[in-house]
């Protein structure tokens, strides 16, 4: 704390209703100070803190609609699963979005103001305890400390006493406060009242995560959130920030298994470029201008990663006027992991997920001679197996249109990959990103329906596939890195929020308040009654340390046995 | 030392650890019975002590492993070691100031379970960690969680205990417990504990664990943000952590705000490690064996 109290004069409070309020009309509380008042109630924060709880416990009971969802499906699913009245009940109390529903959100709204009405409440206190502390005190709070001593001292002035006191305290690094009064002298020490800060600053820290939460995950304030799978040598356009995201590279370092690389992933990397615009410009009017001085005219989108790289330092990218775009200018360079996300422009990218886009054409000769080709396209991720449907395909052509092929879901992943005539040889495939994948099919839809499919066996670039008159091909297998882009502007505030927790809680747990009182009382035979108590909270034994070395430099022997001086 | 021998080593470390309790709960047990004797309690204490050094012992020798070298704090039975020797740790240190003797017992029985149960998760050190693993957050976190979930395991006995103590100084349990006496205290000739002192210690337990349990919370959400760009997202996990931290702030506004003691409050204490063992075995048991509980904590 900074400057120590010294010989302030210090007025003892004045008891509740003793002053200002004597004789004052009683006037019945209007309706905001009883809301006031309710609300600065600790029953009633415990009350809240509780049903915070319980709500939060339905949340994990209750199974939660996956975000996004649309409403009306939401409430169909609902009354088809639970029936009209359950159905209806869980779809209008918001059950299926429980940490998102109104009544959730009120109940956090009414915390928040609690916590603003109690930190107000408390504060006021709080502040005047830190500035003007209560000096003086009876008798019986002095001896009623953790630590006591009473006694009385036959000689000297009592002014000597109060003066010895004072310096034993402040030798001590206790802040001292003197109050003189008619009957003798009262002293108030303290050391760690910065402990009182403690709670104040915990409630404070409380508001500003929720502050931050509401701020950072409001659209008003420009959050969002966005998928950007890129393809490797492909592009990402934030027109949000106008920034632009090369993914130069992609990995994905297996680790080791016992043939060779396993399939399990150790970490996934995109090296990716940021560009942004030389100059700011509505994206309509900017003309895009290649390396050899061509241009692609007004709102033209690049297309391909060289194309539109202009570097920092060619002259066209400094000429640049008249509100219309003349390139890209490269920023910085990165590398995004998992737990490594890149940051730029308040945007955030994150290394998410990863997978490969499949390309698959079907192929049937017609009797003349013609070739019918369908194509189909699967997107397979590298974390998760596909669901139902994510890697199913209707032929489409020939005899065979109305077959369908899907990915044997039991050899997504599997550490396999076709040898010659198809035969299965452990190598170093690492799916999704390798190239073979086990296909199953059913010669028509009801044959799907029954579950009658049939192993096909490995399809490869290298490799096409055979099911009655169609030849089925894997035209294209295209990796890809999933980032997620991120702005979330109340991430700062949230992170305070954190920090000043740590703090509070530090300071109200940790931070041992220590306190003293000395009573020196003139008598009328002349001597000096002397009362002096102490507590440190936990640290009793140090309360009990700090009195008897005060009774030994007052030389103050306990009451009953007579003092000496 | 080689990979075979650190291996031998957390197997020998990993049955002393197992016996060292057992043997410090059954000394405790007996302490508690014969009362009068000074020397059996503090064999407790030596034993507890040795179960204490295994845990050191299996987390060293898993850290030392070549092909892994990192602090081992990833998997549950890493986790379950730090945890046991935070319960069997912060009761040793506590012992010092406060005479736990009575709770001894349950305290050794409570870490042996701990042991156990993430014995029976035992993994052999991976070479490698899942992406998101890979974080010094991670280590922080799980330090934390250390601190904190232990004093609160020790807190949560100590209640109990209360509880039990307050049943026998109510008039009916006055009565039954007339002819009989825990001898607490006996030994040294200090005071008997009674419930309002273990009540006291249950909350300066909670006290001392509540920033961290915080911090728990404040490194995972730091964690997460850099894994997965959101400090919070409801997970399954994150919530009973959040009721966790949400029922001791609200036994900490009762304590210190509205002065209440005794029976509530010691069942608080138990109520909380409740919670913890919930978010920690629960939370992750549900997660893998049920369809309706979604969690990305799960490893």
Redesign the interface.
């Known amino acids: 704390m900074g400057k120590q109290p010294t010989r302030a004069e210090t007025k003892p409070e004045e008891p509740a209703g003793s002053s200002d309020d004597v004789g004052a009309e009683q006037e019945a509380p209007g309706f905001l100070a009883e809301v006031w008042s309710a609300f600065g109630s600790?029953?009633v924060?415990?009350i809240l803190?509780?049903v915070?709880?319980l709500g939060?416990?339905l949340?994990?009971v209750v199974?939660q609609a996956p975000p996004g969802m649309d409403r009306a499906a939401i409430q169909r699913d609902l009354i088809a699963a639970l029936g009209p009245v359950l159905g209806s009940l869980k779809f209008h109390l918001q059950l299926y979005c429980v940490?998102h529903s109104f009544w959730y959100r009120t109940v956090l709204l009414l915390l928040c103001v609690s916590i603003v009405v109690c930190t107000v409440e408390r504060s006021k206190t709080t502040l005047r305890r830190l500035r003007r502390p209560v000096v003086r005190a009876s008798l019986p709070s002095v001896t009623r400390m953790q630590a006591a001593v009473q006694g009385n001292l036959r000689g000297g002035a009592p002014e000597e006493t109060v003066v010895t006191a004072m310096e034993f305290l402040r030798s001590r690094r206790y802040a001292v406060c003197r109050a003189d009064h008619d009957q003798g002298t009262d002293l108030y020490a303290r050391r760690g009242a910065v402990r009182l800060l403690g709670p104040m600053l915990v409630h404070i820290s409380v508001l500003l995560v929720f502050l931050g939460?509401v701020y950072g995950r409001s659209t008003w304030f420009g959050s969002f959130?966005a998928n950007a799978w890129i393809e490797k040598g492909g592009w990402h356009h934030d027109s949000r920030t106008d920034q632009y995201f090369l993914l130069r590279d992609f990995h994905v370092p297996f680790?080791?298994g016992q043939d060779g690389e396993s399939t399990?992933?150790?970490?996934?990397a995109s090296d990716v470029v940021v560009y942004e615009p030389v100059v700011s410009g509505p994206a309509e009017q900017r003309v895009y201008v290649f390396p050899d001085g061509t241009g692609t005219g007004p709102g033209a989108e690049p297309d391909g990663a060289a194309d539109v790289v202009i570097p920092a330092d060619d002259p066209r990218a400094r000429s640049a006027s008249g509100g219309k775009e003349v390139g890209l200018r490269k920023v910085r360079e990165a590398r995004i992991?998992?737990?490594?996300?890149l940051m730029s422009k308040g945007i955030?990218l994150?290394?998410?997920d990863w997978g490969t886009i499949v390309d698959l054409v079907f192929e049937s000769r017609g009797a003349d001679g013609t070739t019918q080709a369908a194509r189909a396209t699967w997107v397979l991720h590298g974390g998760t197996q596909p669901r139902e449907g994510d890697a199913l395909a209707r032929l489409g052509v020939g005899a065979n249109a109305h077959s369908l092929i899907r990915l044997k879901r039991d050899a997504y992943g599997r550490h396999v990959a076709q040898g010659g005539d198809n035969q299965v040889v452990p190598t170093n495939n690492r799916l999704p990103l390798g190239p073979s994948l086990y296909i199953e099919g059913a010669a028509s839809p009801q044959d799907a329906m029954a579950g009658q499919w049939q192993d096909l066996g490995y399809l490869s670039p290298s490799h096409p596939l055979k099911f009655g008159d169609v030849t089925i091909r894997m035209s294209k297998v295209t990796p890809f890195t999933g980032l997620?882009a991120?702005r979330?502007p109340g991430?700062g505030l949230?992170?305070f929020g954190?920090a000043v927790?740590?703090v509070g809680?530090?300071l109200a747990?940790?931070v041992p308040l220590r306190q003293a009182r000395v009573k020196v009382v003139q008598l009328k035979d002349g001597g000096i009654r002397v009362a002096a108590g102490a507590t440190a909270g936990?640290d009793e034994a140090s309360a009990r340390r700090l009195i008897e070395g005060l009774a030994e430099a007052l030389e103050l022997v306990p009451r009953g046995r007579g003092g000496k001086r | 030392m080689s990979d075979e021998g650190l291996r031998a080593m957390e197997a020998i470390a990993s049955k002393t650890v197992f016996v060292a309790l057992v043997l410090s709960g059954i000394a405790y047990a007996i302490a508690w019975a014969a009362r009068g004797s000074k020397v059996v309690p503090r064999m407790g204490a030596v034993l507890a002590g040795a179960g204490l050094a295994g845990c050191a012992v299996i987390f060293i020798s898993r850290g030392l492993q070549p092909e892994a070298p990192r602090l081992p704090l990833t998997t549950l039975y890493e986790f379950a070691v730090i945890f046991t020797a935070g319960i069997v740790g912060f009761y040793l240190v506590a012992s010092i100031r406060w005479d736990l003797r009575s709770i001894g017992t349950p305290v050794m029985a409570l870490a042996c379970a701990v042991f156990g149960l993430g014995s029976k998760w035992y993994q052999a050190v991976e070479?490698?960690?899942?992406?998101?693993l890979?974080?010094v957050?991670l280590n922080i976190h799980v330090v934390t969680a250390m601190l904190a979930y232990g004093p609160l395991a020790v807190g949560a006995m100590t209640g109990a205990y209360a509880l039990v103590l307050y049943a026998r100084e109510s008039p009916g349990g006055r009565r039954a417990a007339a002819s009989r006496d825990d001898g607490d205290g006996e030994a040294s000739g200090a005071k008997p504990l009674t419930g309002d002192d273990l009540d006291d210690i249950t909350y300066?337990t909670i006290?001392?664990s509540?920033?961290w349990l915080?911090?728990l919370i404040?490194t995972g959400?730091?964690?997460a943000?850099?894994?997965?760009?959101?400090?919070?997202a409801?997970d399954?996990k994150e919530?009973?952590s959040?009721?966790t931290w949400?029922?001791y702030?609200?036994y900490l506004?009762?304590r210190l705000?509205?002065g209440w003691r005794g029976r509530v409050t010691a069942a608080f204490g138990v109520v909380g490690l409740a919670l913890v063992l919930f978010t920690w075995v629960g939370?992750q048991w549900l997660a893998t064996h049920t369809s309706?509980?979604q969690s990305l904590h799960t490893y």
Not at chain 2, 225 to 232: D, E, F, H, K
Request: aromatic share 20%.
């Open positions: 600790v029953k924060a415990i803190l509780i915070w709880a939060s416990v949340g994990t199974s940490y939460a959130t680790r080791p399990v992933p150790v970490d996934y992991r998992v737990n490594h996300p955030g994150y290394q998410q997620e991120k979330d991430v949230v992170m954190f927790a740590i809680l530090v747990f940790y936990a | 070479p490698t960690l899942m992406p998101a890979n974080s957050w300066r006290a001392f509540f920033p915080t911090a404040i959400a730091i964690w943000q850099y894994a997965w760009g959101t400090y919070w409801w399954v919530v009973w959040l009721i949400i029922i702030a609200a506004h009762m705000m509205r939370v309706w509980v």
